[in-house]
């Protein structure tokens, strides 16, 4: 698998930017057929950071209200990696904010 296609979008929620701050750790969503070797030489790779720890954890199937009646939408399944980098290693992803 290319290191282009396992890194889907970065996971940005406020959870994740404390986790940032307080611990140089970055959330991802990757590709679901990704091990925890491919996420890290796709960051590697792609932001010139040197990676300490990668934890994958996949998400479930869920179910949520559409409207007040009862449409419900299934949400597929996916894959998140936690990722703590170096100490003095950061990654930008919102350049120029």
């Known amino acids: ?11 940005i929620t406020e959870k994740t930017t404390l986790m940032q701050e307080a611990s140089n750790k970055y959330v991802f969503e990757v590709d679901t057929r990704a091990n925890k070797l491919q996420v890290k030489q796709a960051i590697e790779e792609r932001f010139s950071v040197t990676v300490t720890d990668v934890h994958i954890i996949n998400m479930k199937v869920k179910t949520r209200r559409r409207s007040r009646r009862s449409t419900t939408v299934r949400v597929s399944p996916w ?17 120029g904010v």
């Open 1 to 11: 698998m290319h290191p282009y296609e396992v890194l889907k979008r970065p996971v």
């Open 79 to 95: 894959k998140k990696a936690v990722v703590t980098l170096a100490t003095n290693d950061s990654i930008q992803l919102f350049e």
